[in-house]
DNA sequence: ACATATATGTAATAATATAACATTTATAAG
DNA sequence: CTTATAAATGTTATATTATTACATATATGT
């Protein structure tokens, strides 16, 4: 049967409190945000954010703890994934660039390793704070 | 004056351990195995993190919370590190990989930014366990 | 000897994440 | 519709990771 909407009601709570927000939320503060909503107990959250991320719908920035709603349409498997952090603002923007994905993709080590999955993370100062 | 050493006594026994450790080190297990050593509480096992990742004697897995020994005389810096991580035995490896580190310091995102520091992580299998 | 920076020791607490278990809701099959 | 199964939820407690704050000590440069 044909099904609308993936994303059950405390996943989509949680999705739209990140899609909306201009910088990466980390998952206490979405408790916060969404106990009106109903949501009183951490292991909501993190449940709805592991799926979340397992579906590719958000993102996960390692060096912040915090959690970014996917940009980019063609990686709703999440595994390749690139940022740009600034070190100074803390904002986070998802970098969608074929050829690095081809590059970083097709990339076997020196044992000829190839890997199925990796997370890149930039660092520097964006425009705003240059 | 010249300085023999550059490591402090904690910063020291804490290299030392994560050095000779095959495998990355949580902050809480480092703790526990230097007590012995007099390091009796966490913001000591902390301090001495900060410090080596500052100087590049070591890294952060941040997928992981764990920490590794660099095993490549060449990155200081700790400015562009790259790892292979792998998804059943846990097993972290540093990739030193010229051509690699070559490309993606010299990356530039759509608005011409560059940036001045990178970190990586490749997820798989590891040869033993493939 | 003095000033300054770096490192240490210690207690308390903050922030991040998971375990365990009971219950409910959605989905699929008979 | 009924039953079976999987997915999601609610709730309490606890585990894990990291920092604040403040007192003291050690190293370094003049
Ligand atoms: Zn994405
Ligand atoms: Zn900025
Ligand atoms: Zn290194
Ligand atoms: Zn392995």
């Given amino acids: 049967m044909y099904k609308e909407n993936?994303?059950?009601?405390?996943?989509?709570?949680i999705?739209?409190?990140i899609n909306k927000s201009s910088e990466p939320l980390k998952a206490y503060t979405i408790l916060f945000n969404v106990q009106?909503?109903?949501?009183?107990?951490?292991p909501q959250v993190y449940?709805?954010?592991?799926?979340?991320?397992?579906?590719?719908k958000i993102h996960k920035i390692e060096s912040?703890?915090?959690f970014v709603a996917c940009r980019n349409s063609g990686c709703e498997i999440s595994?390749?994934?690139?940022?740009?952090?600034?070190e100074s603002c803390e904002m986070v923007d998802e970098i969608n660039d074929a050829k690095l994905t081809k590059y970083l993709t097709s990339f076997s080590?020196?044992?000829g390793t190839k890997y199925k999955r990796f997370n890149l993370e930039f660092f520097g100062?964006?425009?705003k704070c240059k």
Same sequence: chains 1, 2.
């Fill in 15 to 17: 999705f739209d409190l």
């Fill in 6 to 13: 993936n994303l059950s009601k405390n996943q989509q709570i």
């Fill in 64 to 66: 912040k703890n915090a």
């Fill in 109 to 111: 080590d020196k044992k």
């Fill in 79 to 86: 595994k390749a994934t690139a940022f740009s952090i600034c």
């Fill in 47 to 56: 449940r709805a954010l592991d799926k979340l991320v397992e579906t590719g």
């Fill in 125 to 127: 100062l964006c425009k």
């Fill in 36 to 42: 009106k909503k109903g949501i009183k107990a951490p």
